[in-house]
């Protein structure tokens, strides 16, 4: 199985030639940015996405350690429990909450760089969207399982001629390899064995339709952020 980081490599290298053309036909560049303008604020857009991942993943160490809510809050040095609702609405945790659970649950392991990847490039991806259409509210609108997924569609050489097949053999073994693959832990997991592999080649396409645009924009503005190595 591939690593989700040489996935990334590998959907960059056979899609990169399109970022261009795909700049101009959504209208982002050049009418309303400079190119290096835009290379800035998708790095800022990723960044923050790294940052959901990092509470996410805190969070839910400290919901399996702490069964109480206000455990969880007396772990990051809060008074009242209210403020963790607060911080999951937000997806923001301040520097000092951020240094209160390491320092208090010292246990605690960081997520790998790829798994904070997928939220960084997933909110990148989204941001991009947005951007396209004109719509602020499509920031975050796609999450990182099934950025995992987008990652594993454009790196195959074979799921467009597969979909295009009137027999759907191939595109049904290709959408169960792709979901068996990328399929992350507690990251909105798709439990394989209760769908068909029909209905994951319309899950994904439905995917491939709505975010392939989007997912190579975002791989190939910011591809120096593409994780090199660890698995997910």
Known sequence: MSTLSSQMQTAYRAHSEQAHSLLKHYRIVPSRYDIDDLE???QQI???GVHEGFLSHILDRLSKDHPKQQDIANSLGLKNRSSISQMKRSKRIDAVRLTAALYNN?????????RLALFGFAKATSYLKGLAFGDPTLEGSLGP?????????????QWDSAVRDSDLSNARMLAVQIVSERTISDA????K?????????FMLQALWVSWADFGIL?????PELIPEGNEV
């Open 40 to 42: 800035c604020t998708v």
């Open 46 to 48: 990723f960044y923050e």
């Open 145 to 157: 399982q099934h950025f995992s997924y987008l990652t594993g569609l454009l790196a195959s050489d």
């Open 106 to 114: 010292p246990t605690i392991t960081l997520p790998t760089q790829e």
């Open 188 to 191: 909105g997991q798709v439990q």
């Open 218 to 222: 975002s791989l190939s503005i910011i």
């Open 193 to 201: 064995g209760d769908i068909e592999p029909e209905q994951l080649v």
